[in-house]
């Protein structure tokens, strides 16, 4: 019988100490200025590995523990060719416990101001000669239910991401643009969101690829525009996502307006946004208890 790792707000699995920030200074400035960072190194070639081998697991859509994804696609005529879930922190302790890993929650205090709880997390799964593809778009379009606005994700690299696979591909300074219309269709690489732009903007649309070694992870501004392309090579990229948002952000609406995203307790959170910056204990049955 599987256990919904929902009620753990702690990593299940101890991770070593890293008592220093993350971020250096000057990392910080980049973000704030580009709207994101780009291959800061986190996990050994060992935890990716154990990660692996649960992603071999969760591919096949009979796994244990289905039933806890918010949301989970595996059928590439429906998803545009790739895996995508969500709520893999429900599932398997090494996708749960990323969310509490030290050098993560120290880069999130950092670019945050304070710490943070979490919103919801990803799973991109694209398989070789996959036509599976992202949309440019602003995190936060799908978010602005919560506020105040002051959220961060960091996008975590399973395996060599480069062009050639679809790594993801950012739009310098598009941070400083405001909030801008969702796109058509999240699954497709299509231009709606840029034929809505301006023609100053459309001109300093210029993506970046951020081709990062796996174990290294980006984080970026939830304004920051971004996207990728198809897989067209012979290798995975895969990937996962972690969103983060200020404690202290309340939800404006009832119904979160991301596909599957438990909804929020009035006055709060709820049992599913855990703080991220220190451990909270286990939660059952919507209360709070302390680690013993």
């Known amino acids: 019988m599987s256990t919904d790792l929902s009620q753990f707000h702690h990593a299940i699995n101890a991770w070593p100490e890293h008592p220093e920030p993350a971020l250096t200074d000057e990392q910080v400035a980049q973000y704030w200025e580009q709207g994101f960072l780009i291959g800061i190194p986190v996990l ?3 935890e990716v590995d154990a990660i692996h081998r649960d992603l071999d697991e969760i591919s096949d859509p009979a796994h244990q523990g289905h039933e806890f994804w918010y949301e989970y696609h595996s059928e590439f005529s429906k998803t545009g060719g ?37 919103l919801h997390d990803q799973l991109f799964f ?9 949309s440019w778009h ?10 105040p606005m002051n959220h961060v994700t960091c996008w975590i690299a399973l395996d ?35 034929d809505k732009l301006t023609e100053q903007q459309k001109e300093a ?14 984080f970026h501004h939830p304004l920051t525009i971004h996207g990728s392309l198809p897989n067209t090579s012979d290798r995975p990229r895969r990937g996962t996502t972690i969103h983060v948002m200020a404690d202290g952000t309340r939800a404006m609406v009832e119904e979160p307006t991301v596909d599957g995203v438990p909804a929020w307790l009035v006055g709060g959170g709820g049992p599913f946004y855990p703080l991220v910056d220190e451990p909270a204990g286990p939660v059952l049955d919507g209360q709070f208890f302390p680690l013993l």
């Open 205 to 218: 649309f210029k993506p970046v690829p951020a081709e990062v070694k796996k174990g290294s992870v980006l």
């Open 44 to 46: 050994s070639e060992k």
């Open 126 to 134: 694209k398989p070789p000669r996959q036509s599976g593809s992202v």
């Open 160 to 194: 060599d991401a480069d062009l050639s696979n679809g790594c993801v591909q950012y739009v310098p300074g598009s941070h400083k643009w405001g909030v801008l219309p969702r796109p058509s269709s999240f699954t497709q690489h299509q231009n709606s969101l840029v």
């Open 82 to 118: 790739m895996l995508h879930g969500t709520g893999g922190w429900r599932v398997r302790d090494s996708l749960h416990d990323l969310i509490w890993h030290p050098k993560l929650t120290s880069a999130f205090r950092q670019l945050l101001g304070g710490p943070g709880r979490f």
């Open 138 to 147: 602003q995190d936060y379009s799908y978010w602005t239910y919560t506020q």
